[in-house]
């Protein structure tokens, strides 16, 4: 029987919502969890509000761990007025402080307006309010390294004081995620005031395919991804060459992982293919990431990329044929063979070393300053 587009869209569904159960993702919702247990009601001595940085690359599982918090507590509806402990915003780009608290009115009351003549204080006042009433253990804000993404040092100072603020005048404790140069700030006398008030932050790094532990971790990932792919056939995610290509297409981080597996098993289940392949997964990759580069010329006397020359055979060539002309490609992970595949290899684990050391957006080789925002070690 051929599925139709709904039974299509609600197996995907499924496997995208499954939750990865692995040691980054609980290292996350335990920090989290350990935070918002300072919470106290209204009316009893509160503890000083605290906040937590989520750190990772993008892909790195930070907004799922967010979502899934908040999916797991929702609004109650009690005689004295909704309950809301766990309140998720995401902070708009270049956000400044009344943007912020814009947003942050939106996700406690939609329709709740910020209005014009109200100062830094009424406005803080009214959040304090909400979340009390509200009872609002803990305040989530995603992509929060738009709040300190200003080039200005005075925009800069005015988004560390008002997060200052927040934390001084509410017992909600906050949760801020974001890219890892949220950590990496500029020491300034507010930023140090600011940085008393974290906890210490959380990295969501890809588990490294180097270190027999990393690699073993990041296995178990994939069966989990195998498991729950629910194709007549098993895919052998875990081989080692299949497990290796998946890791240089996406740096191993679980959420990249998850989009590619993701659009591939959509395929599968609309072709009818009883598992997935490396031709599958090099659409995917070419549809997800190669697609996004320039067109570029054929040179005159080339033959197109369908066209297989004479005498050339192989697996790979028949990858290549199987997964279409747009991926078939030395530039996809899932395709290219021998050096070309190694040389894929030494670019994504450059960009990973790259990474971690970036304060701007400009990358260096050189090592990461202390994190303005962490504890020292």
Known sequence: MTPTDADISERVKTF???????????????????????????GVKPLKARALLILGEPGAGKSFILETLAEENPKRATEDGDVRPVIFVEAPKRTTPRQLAAAIFD????????????NTARILSEIKMLCEEMGVEVLMIDEAHHIVDHKNTDDLEDAAEFLKQLLNMCSTQIVLAGLPHLGVLPETKKLRQLRRRFRPPVHLDPYNWSDRTGRRKYLGMLAF??????????????????????YCATGGHVGIISAHLSLALETAVADGKSRIDLPLMAGAYADLVLKRKPAVLLDFDAGF????????????????RDAGPEAASDDNPYLAQGEAFRALWRKM???????????????????APPSAFGRPA
Request: hydrophobic content about 35%; charged content about 35%; proline content about 7%.
């Open 349 to 367: 684990a450059g960009d990973r070393l790259a990474d971690q050391s970036r304060v701007t957006a400009h990358r260096t080789k050189e090592a």
């Open 16 to 42: 995208e919502h499954a939750v990865v159960p692995h040691e980054l993702f609980k290292k996350g919702r335990r920090a989290i969890e350990t935070l918002r247990r300072r919470w106290r009601p209204k």
């Open 107 to 118: 996700a406690l009351e939609p329709g709740y307006r910020l209005r014009d003549g109200w």
């Open 225 to 246: 991804f195998e498991r729950h792919l629910g194709l007549p056939e098993p895919s052998n995610l875990i081989g080692f060459d299949f497990a290796a290509r998946i």
């Open 305 to 320: 990329p369908d066209e297989v020359p004479a005498g050339r055979t192989g697996e790979a060539e028949g990858r290549a």
